[in-house]
Structure formats: structure tokens, C-alpha cells
């Protein structure tokens, strides 16, 4: 089991930025990959970023050069570094993460609000 603690959501203007967080616990040399999803009313879960414990980072074609993910292995947390925000990035957002032993299952954690105002 992975416990995963978001925090760091809010409401802000289009243009401005955000930083969100996450805390994994769990043994931090037991978990795989991390990346942050979200979800807007009506629409699919989506990944927004991902990053690979040795590093290696992928985003969604929608928010790069806007978003930055970053993770510290050592303090088992995951970052998203949030700018020029639109409000189309107006969701709930989620941090996932999954397991060495199991890369197949995912676990979330319980999400947080992002709102961008036009």
C-alpha cells in the first residue's frame, strides 16, 4: 500500500502560477514511477506529468513549457511546478504512484482542487 497526501490547490487567474505537492508514505526505495493526473467535470482522468525514479520526466503536449515536475526520492515527494495557467487546466488533480514490485497498479491520492479564472 502507498498513502499519497496532496496538497497545494487553490483558485487563481489565468497567467498566474501554482505549486502543488505530494507526500508518499511508504518505503521510498519501493516506489516506481509518480506522476500527477487530473480530471475536469465531464471529462476523463488525464496524465499531466510523470516522472521515473531514475528521473526521467514526460508531459502532456497541453502543458509543456508551462508545468514542471519534479520528485525528491530521499523525502518520498512529488512536485508540479504550475505557470501561465489557463483555464482550461481547471481540474481536480490527482498524485499517482505505483510500486516496484507491482508497476501495473496504481495508487492516487485523494486529489486537490485547481481553479483558473479567466
Known amino acids: 500500500q502507498v498513502q499519497l497526501v496532496e496538497s497545494g490547490g487553490g483558485l487563481v487567474q489565468a497567467g498566474g502560477s501554482l505549486i502543488l505537492s505530494c507526500v508518499a508514505f511508504?518505503?521510498?526505495?519501493?516506489?516506481?514511477?509518480m506522476g500527477w493526473y487530473r480530471q475536469a467535470p465531464g471529462k476523463q482522468r488525464e496524465l499531466v506529468a510523470a516522472?521515473?525514479?531514475?528521473?526521467?520526466?514526460n508531459y502532456a503536449d497541453s502543458v509543456k513549457g508551462r508545468f514542471t515536475i519534479s520528485r525528491d526520492n530521499a523525502k518520498k515527494t512529488l512536485a508540479l511546478q504550475m505557470n501561465d495557467l489557463k483555464p482550461d487546466d481547471t481540474a481536480v488533480y490527482y498524485c499517482?504512484?505505483?510500486?516496484?514490485?507491482?508497476?501495473?497498479?496504481?495508487?492516487w491520492g485523494q486529489g486537490t482542487q485547481v481553479t483558473v479564472s479567466s
Open positions: 499517482q504512484a505505483s510500486l516496484i514490485v507491482n508497476p501495473a497498479r496504481n495508487y
Open positions: 511508504r518505503n521510498a526505495f519501493s516506489i516506481n514511477t
Open positions: 516522472v521515473t525514479r531514475g528521473g526521467t520526466a
